[in-house]
């Protein structure tokens, strides 16, 4: 069993930052690809970044420049630091690894408003 869970959401004002967390446990040897997406109300679930094994980044065009995705292959833990927040980047996000198959976590809630 594979947990993941996804810490740091909150309310911030437009133009803050916020770092979130994706822990993950259980019987993990390696992991691969491990990506953050967001779900919004009324919109489909999208992919904002991902990194790969090797330490490769790459990011939507939405958030480019904004959102850094990170690892700490020691911790088991991938991170997105989100600077210069948009009330647009409101929604839940959820972390995703693939150990073996596709994990989700439960998801944290980014408010972005004044």
């Known amino acids: 069993q594979v947990q993941l869970v996804e810490s740091g959401g909150g309310l911030v004002q437009p133009g803050g930052s916020l770092r979130l967390s994706c822990a993950a446990s259980?019987?993990?040897?390696?992991?691969?690809?491990v990506g953050w997406y967001r779900q919004a109300p009324g919109k489909q679930r999208e992919w904002v970044a991902g990194?790969?094994?090797?330490?490769?980044?790459n990011y939507a065009d939405s958030v480019k420049g904004r959102f850094t995705i990170s690892r700490d292959n020691a911790k088991n833990t991938v991170y997105l630091q989100m600077n210069s927040l948009k009330p647009e980047d409101t929604a839940v996000y959820y972390c995703n690894a693939y150990i073996g198959r596709s994990y989700w976590g439960q998801g944290t809630q980014v408010t972005v408003s004044s």
């Open positions: 990194i790969g094994s090797g330490g490769t980044t």
């Open positions: 259980g019987s993990i040897f390696s992991i691969n690809a």
